[in-house]
Nanobody
Framework: VQLQAYGGGLVQAGESLRLSCPVS????????MGWYRQAPGKERELVAR???????NYADSVKGRFTISRDNANDTVYLQMNSLKPEDTGVYYC??????????????WGQGTQVTVSS
């Protein structure tokens, strides 16, 4: 099972970015999908996670600006980031809890993508 994050870049404050992360490989199904970020000198933190379209969690710092969604047909998770702020700068990682068989759940991480927001 592999995850790869796409869509990072350098933007100015107030602009938007959309991250995507497809899950590939052989597995039974994908349960929870999420996005985390790590700023320089700080610990990795949860940004958002999605169980289903009507069951999502967000960090307080991104509520109202970021939207997480998932495409179950393509096992892909997205993060739409609007009104970006310099404090959103960091490496963004996707992760997924994957059922590798009907009863075996494992968590996988993708390689990060850099998001830099200039003021």
């Amino acid at each position: 099972v592999q995850l790869q994050a796409y869509g990072g870049g350098l933007v100015q404050a107030g602009e938007s970015l959309r991250l995507s992360c497809p899950v590939s490989g052989s597995f039974f199904s994908v349960a929870v999908m999420g996005w985390y970020r790590q700023a320089p000198g700080k610990e990795r933190e949860l940004v958002a996670r999605i169980f289903s379209a009507d069951n999502t969690n967000y960090a307080d710092s991104v509520k109202g600006r970021f939207t997480i969604s998932r495409d179950n047909a393509n096992d892909t998770v997205y993060l739409q980031m609007n009104s970006l702020k310099p404090e959103d700068t960091g490496v963004y990682y996707c992760n997924a809890a994957v059922l590798t068989t009907a009863s075996a759940l494992r968590v996988y991480w993708g390689q990060g993508t850099q998001v830099t927001v200039s003021s």
